[in-house]
């Protein structure tokens, strides 16, 4: 059962990310779907620009220095499909330098004989930041046993009520999750990231976050790959649809987490390199992509994700150039004109 959830959501994620664009206005060379990045703009100084040798990409993360701020975000395991995809990905990260999560790694626990469908990110990534993945029901030993099978650097904890809700053979209790945090975090001798799937942390889920000894948040915001909609399209009747919109999106659960005593990763729903950008100067630490590298690798192959992934590194450091930013610091830093519905939100919140 869980093996052929793995392989719908790969495909139902890779055909969210085909589809064609809603409007003909959409349809033009080059347009991507609209989204609350858009309401974040650079202010333009045209005489900020700086010699590009001078871009340093690196950022620290948890204690450790990553090459560039960029990660292929959590995503799959437990089918041999995909065991398949993630060596695929682990070799794109490698070849970039980026680091990596694997998908939910509850399949090994309820069956051990998945493992190798885990352990080809390790390998194919022998030097590589690897993340773990597992859900709020883990207990601290289970916990444990993922991240010791893949030797990983961090654990990421999903939280992923709504998704949860609308999957058919989803759960329904999650009052259990703070405190079960709270034991992995103590047990554990890696630090822990908490991420949504989708649906977006907020400032007062990220400040309770702190509390349980969370190291870092990663938003997982609205905008992408939609999870209500996928679990949805597994439902009989599809009696969910209304949930369309869903959650927070990125740049506004960026703007409501600052300050909330973690440091952030952005992700879900980052389109290109100037998103990168954005969601850097909205706070972020590093920038977490999954269902847009994972159509790559399905639609286009390895190659082209690899090629994908080096000419998103390539840009941001072209748009830093521009801005006058050496660094994640002074990207940080930049003036930023924000409108439209992130800037109500951030009036109102
Ligand atoms: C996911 N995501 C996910 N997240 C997680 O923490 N554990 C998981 O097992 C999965 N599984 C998964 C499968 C597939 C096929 C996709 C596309 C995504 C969620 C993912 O990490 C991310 O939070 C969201 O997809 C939003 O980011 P994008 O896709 O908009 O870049």
Known sequence: MTA?????????????????????????????TPSAFDDVRFVHHALAGIDRERVDLRTRIAGQTWQAPLYINAMTGGSPRTGQINRDLAIAARETGLAIATGSMSAFLKDPSTAGTYTPVRCHHPQGFVMANLNAN???????????????????????????????????????????????????????????VG???????????????????????????????????????????????????????????????????ASGGVRHPLD???????????????GLFLTTLITRGLDALIAQITAWLDQLTALMTILGASNLTELAACDLEISGSLRTFLDHP
């Not at 589809?19 to 003909?24: D, G, L, V």
Request: net charge negative.
């Open 138 to 196: 883990a207990t601290p030993t289970q916990a444990c046993r993922a991240i010791d099978l893949i030797q990983a650097n961090a654990l990421q904890i999903h939280l992923n009520t709504v998704q949860e809700i609308v999957m058919p053979e989803g759960d329904r209790s999650f009052g259990h999750w703070p405190a079960a945090i709270e034991a992995i975090v103590e047990t554990v001798d890696v630090p822990v990231i908490v991420k949504e």
């Open 4 to 32: 052929s959830r793995k392989d719908d959501h790969v495909r139902l994620a890779v055909s969210q990310h085909t589809q064609t664009p809603p409007s003909p206005a959409d349809t033009a060379p080059h347009s991507v």
């Open 276 to 290: 990168v950008a954005r969601a850097i100067a909205l706070g972020a630490q590093a920038v977490g992509v999954s």
């Open 199 to 265: 649906f977006g942390l907020s400032g007062r889920t990220i400040a309770l976050l702190a509390e349980l000894g969370v190291a870092v948040a990663d938003v997982a915001g609205r905008g992408g790959t939609d999870f209500a909609r996928i679990e949805n399209g597994r439902r009989e009747q599809a009696d969910y649809a209304y949930l369309d919109g869903w959650g927070l999106s990125t740049p506004a659960a960026l703007l409501d987490g600052r300050n909330q005593g973690l440091p952030l990763l």
